[in-house]
């Protein structure tokens, strides 16, 4: 079982030495990633009135996860980078949602405790998905593990469109 060392590596089979047999395209995927999600942010803050919140965080967070899972199946530098780049620009409205969201949502005096739980879940669950991706890719190989993951990453986000509870959060609430 490889010893993990750190988000989307493993000893021995880092995506970048597996996939390209060297690191830097690895590095230029994620350097396309954050680029366009920077400016992903920038036309939201711009454009994101008009955007309707549940279809955007439906949207972005599915097109984020077929894009950069799937799109490793097919490991072509040029097609990656185009696909990782559409994917930080569908990515990018997601956080600001989540937080106008939230701060919609949250009555003021139990935001310390909301923030701080979801925090502490999400800080949980990376290296749950670190250890369990890179033993997932030392038993089945990277190709299964990037379908498997992609799998349940894509019925995760389509539930965004199916819950019945998530339906309310397109309309704007007076802050609390």
């Known amino acids: ?11 021995g089979v880092s995506p ?16 396309a990633l954050g680029l366009s999600t920077f400016v992903g942010t920038l036309i939201f803050d711009a454009l994101g009135q008009r955007f309707l919140r549940r279809l955007t965080l439906g949207l972005g967070i599915t097109l984020n ?4 899972f799937w799109g490793l199946l097919v490991p072509i530098i040029p097609v990656l980078l185009v696909l990782h780049a559409i994917a930080g ?23 310390a405790r909301v923030y701080g739980t979801a925090s502490a879940g999400v800080l949980v669950g990376i290296p ?5 991706s ?5 038993w089945v190989g990277l190709p299964l593990t990037l379908a ?11 539930s965004i469109f199916i819950h019945p509870a998530l339906r309310q959060m397109g309309k704007p609430l007076p802050l609390l």
């Open 65 to 68: 996860g077929v894009l950069r």
């Open 148 to 158: 498997i993951m992609g799998a349940l990453y894509l019925v995760t986000a389509l």
């Open 89 to 111: 620009l569908v990515f990018a409205p997601v956080n600001p949602l989540i937080e106008t969201i939230l701060q919609e949502r949250v009555p003021a005096e139990m935001r």
């Open 134 to 138: 890179g033993s997932l890719v030392a």
């Open 1 to 11: 079982m490889p010893i993990v060392v750190g988000a989307n590596t493993a000893k």
């Open 16 to 31: 970048g030495r597996t996939i390209f047999h060297s690191p830097p395209p690895l590095g230029l995927l994620l350097g």
């Open 128 to 132: 749950l998905g670190t250890v369990t």
